[in-house]
């Protein structure tokens, strides 16, 4: 799991309309929209629990600490999808604590393991690995025009891989996985999933799932020159060349896609 720094987030909120309008020219999906497939959830409910639920985000401090404006961010992404949020002043237990007594009824916390949304009342935790891999094949749906019956390579069959397979399955796509640990590999055929085996055969397939914490080993010559490329794995596996091959046909970003759809999951 990557760990984001302040340098690569802290222009993510004045930038949010921007990443909005290129995700929907991409998807032609409102972030609404894929936020409600991603996370299985219908449009009225997620419009009703905007009116009903505050949300708060707490920093904490645990492991290697705050990331400087990473709450901050989560917090404009939150209000971005028209919910009201704050970000507590205390940390830890008290800003849990701080957050119940000033009326969240969804709470957002990450440490360095985990980045989860909690909804108490209604007994929900959500989990960002999995969020954000349902939010990249939801808008990666959108951009192709639909998954069903077509294959979608899955590189990375870790967490966010793994969830990203499943819910292909969901979505009437066959998710077939590469990973460069043999025992990954094993692991994920043993649960019946398609694999492939070497870097080669990446260039048989026009829809791509990245979920590797790699970054820049994607060259052009390894991709199919049609592929739709959805990348929640940071940082981003293509090369500059193959960014430049591929651009417009290429769905990524550090926080959004997975947040707003950890928030619907959580309401
Ligand atoms: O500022 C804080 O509260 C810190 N404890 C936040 C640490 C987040 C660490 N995780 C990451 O940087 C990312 C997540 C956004 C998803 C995976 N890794």
């Not at 020219?25 to 609404?32: C, D, R, V």
């Not at 704050?86 to 009326?103: P, S």
Request: proline share 4%.
């Amino acid at each position: 799991m990557t760990r984001l720094t302040t340098e690569w987030i802290k222009n993510m909120k004045n930038e949010l309309p921007e990443w909005g309008r290129g995700l929907e020219e991409m998807t032609h999906m409102s972030p609404l929209n894929l936020a409600a497939v991603g996370g299985d959830v219908s449009r009225g409910r997620i419009n009703s629990a905007s009116w009903r639920i505050k949300v708060a985000v707490v920093p904490v401090t645990q492991g290697e600490g705050i990331i400087d404006t990473f709450c901050e961010q989560v917090a404009a992404i939150v209000a971005y999808m028209g919910f009201e949020v704050f970000v507590t002043e205390q940390t830890d237990v008290w800003g849990i604590y701080e957050a119940t007594q000033k009326g969240a009824g969804i709470i957002f916390l990450a440490d360095d393991m985990y980045f989860l949304a909690l909804n108490m009342s209604k007994n929900v935790v959500v989990e960002n690995s999995d969020a954000t891999a349902r939010g990249f094949v939801a808008a990666l749906e959108g951009a192709a025009g639909g998954l069903r019956d077509r294959a979608v390579l899955v590189l990375g069959g870790g967490r966010v891989g793994k969830a990203a397979l499943s819910f292909l399955r969901c979505r009437g796509a066959e998710g077939v996985v590469f990973d460069t640990d043999p025992e990954v590999l094993k692991d994920r055929a043993a649960e019946g999933w398609r694999t492939i085996k070497t870097k080669e055969e990446i260039k048989e397939f026009d829809l791509i799932v990245d979920c590797t914490p790699e970054g820049n080993w994607l060259t052009p010559d390894m991709l199919h020159p049609d592929t739709l490329f959805a990348s929640p794995g940071v940082p981003l596996s293509l090369t500059p060349e193959a960014e430049k091959m591929l651009e417009g046909r290429i769905i990524h970003d550090l926080l959004q896609l997975g947040v707003i759809t950890m928030l619907v999951m959580a309401c």
